[in-house]
Every structure is written in C-alpha cells, then in structure tokens.
C-alpha cells in the first residue's frame, strides 16, 4: 500500500521541521511518499518516508522564470511528483496538453508521476463521471508507450470530495477504480478526498486499490498513525 501526503501550500519552515520529526517517529510498512512545498524538499532526511513534489514546470531547465524542472526536482532527490491535480486545473488554469508534457518530462528524468484525475459534482449529478475521466487520462497520456504508461500512478479524486469531508459511496469508488484499471492495467491506483482515520473502515471496503492520497490529514501526523493501523493492507 501507498499513501502519499499531500502537503499542499502548508507550513513554514519551522513548522515543517518540527512537523518532520513527528512523521520520524512513524513505523509502517506502507509506502509513505511525502510531497511538501517545494521550498523544503531539501529538508526530507529520512528512512522511512519517500520524497515527491507537488508540480513540475512544463520546460525543461532555461529562461523560465519561477519555475522548477524535472531535472532540478531529480537532483532534489525527488522520486514522486504530483501532476494535475484539481487545484492547479482550477487555480492555475492548467490543462491536460500541460500535464502531458509534465508527465513526459518527469518520465525522462524517472520520477514517477502521480496524475490526479477527478469528476466536479455537477458531472456526477449529470452520470458523466466516467467520460469526464477518460478524458482526461487519454489526453494527459498522450503519445506515451504502454511501458511509459505503466508507470505512472494514478490517483482518483472527486473534486466535490477535496476537503469537504463527504466521501463517495463504494460502489462509486470502486466503479472508476474499475474503469482506470480496465484502461490501465498494471498501473497503481490511489483514493483521494477527505480520507481520514475515521472513514477509513469503510473506505478499506474498496475492493481495487493501492493506496490513498491525503491532504488534511497529511498535516496531523497523530491521526496519521491511527490511519495507517488501520489501514487494510
Ligand atoms: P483532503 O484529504 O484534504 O480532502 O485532500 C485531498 C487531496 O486533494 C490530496 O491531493
């Protein structure tokens, strides 16, 4: 099982340090990848927990100002990287052309990308949940081979379930974890949205998974621990 903690734009420095030493003290045999501000990922020193990012620029290295490569995130030590998550499709503005080319920067430096793909409520509400996924992986895979489409894992978050402490039903779950499954079969697939150590009994009912891709949660490191307890493995 993975889980990856999703830090988002969270913490000072300070507070990311004593924050590290809490998530120190974590013994798991869950694959534990942490993806915190960028400016801290040097800080990442330890054993047991895996390091990721939670974007990547579009460009290779050059005249972009601001921005953060694939190989300057590789020479950060970074194995993981977020891509297209739904903040940055609706904040950001970021489309899944852009996401295609991140995911292909990534792959040419062996980071593995985490691409999160997502329905709004409306588009459960109107049942085009699936074709709005599709979609979206068709496009951000673009142009790879299957063995480069293999890698990457995939992460479902319903957006109308980021933050807002509703989780779908299982049944709802677990029938686009089977269409992902059905188009990309070897790949590893993650739950995301308001996963926590109090609904994580019923989220373990889901039949297909591979792990989960928290936000909240990821800054309470003692919940944390009661999380990944129990946490199906
Ligand atoms: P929450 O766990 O806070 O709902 O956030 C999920 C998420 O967006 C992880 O990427």
């Not at 691409?115 to 588009?123: D, I, N, R, S």
């Not at 677990?174 to 609904?199: H, Q, R, T, W």
Request: charged fraction near 30%; include cysteine.
């Amino acid at each position: 099982m993975i889980v990856t903690l999703n830090n988002k734009c969270n913490l000072t420095r300070q507070e990311f340090l004593s924050y590290k030493k809490q998530l120190q003290q974590i013994k798991t045999d869950v694959t534990l990848i942490l993806c915190p501000c960028s400016l801290f990922l040097n800080d990442i020193d330890l054993d047991n927990i895996k390091i990721g990012a939670q974007n990547v620029s579009c460009t290779e290295c050059g005249s972009y100002t601001g921005e953060i490569s694939a190989t300057q995130l590789k020479s950060m030590n970074v194995s993981y990287c977020i891509v297209g998550h739904s903040e940055r499709r609706k904040y950001q503005q970021e489309t899944n052309r852009e996401i295609n080319e991140k995911i292909k920067n990534l792959l040419k430096v062996n980071i593995i990308p985490i691409l999160c793909v997502g329905e709004e409520k409306e588009e459960r509400q109107k049942q085009i949940e699936k074709q709005v996924i599709t979609k979206d992986l068709e496009e951000a895979t673009q142009g790879l081979s299957e063995e480069e489409k293999s890698k990457i894992i995939i992460a479902y978050e319903p957006i109308w379930s980021i933050g807002t402490g509703i989780i779908p039903q299982i049944r709802e779950i677990d029938d686009v974890v089977e269409l992902m499954k059905d188009k990309f079969p070897n790949n590893k697939i993650l739950y995301g949205g308001s996963a926590n150590e109090e609904n994580i009994e019923t989220l373990n009912q889901i039949s297909k998974i591979d792990g989960y891709l928290v936000g909240g949660l990821s800054l309470k490191p003692e919940q944390l621990k009661i999380f990944l307890k129990k946490l199906k493995k």
